[in-house]
């Protein structure tokens, strides 16, 4: 079997688009170092559902860096403000697109993991 590339539509290409832009502009809007890539998000500021102790990388490239988070349910652009934050700790600068999320309970502790991608 063949691997086809992977062609967007018309549509698909328009709407890209608009979400690459709709992202820049909040990156500029906060000084974001790091580029948004989970475009399905309709909401910035819309509750994740998500809440932990403090975000590390989930690659661990830098084990001990983490940065503490609000003891909050916290917003998508939260989540952003603070992978932000992380990424310029770690000093990374050939991953800086967020990719994914993910938490985990680590020594009783709640973990939020953040995929930097490039």
Request: hydrophobic fraction near 35%.
């Amino acid at each position: 079997m063949m691997n086809e590339e992977f062609e967007m539509t018309e549509d698909e290409s328009i709407q890209f688009e608009k979400d690459y832009e709709r992202f820049s502009i909040i990156q500029d809007e906060n000084n974001f170092k790091t580029e948004w890539c989970l475009y399905e998000i309709e909401d910035i500021n819309e509750n994740t559902g998500l809440s932990a102790d403090y975000i590390t990388d989930m690659l661990k490239r830098n084990r001990d860096i983490k940065v503490e988070l609000p003891n909050k349910e916290l917003t998508w652009l939260d989540l952003w403000k603070y992978a932000d934050k992380l990424y310029e700790l770690i000093g990374d600068n050939d991953h800086l697109f967020i990719e994914t999320f993910e938490v985990k309970d680590i020594d009783g502790k709640r973990e939020l993991q953040v995929f930097f991608g490039s």
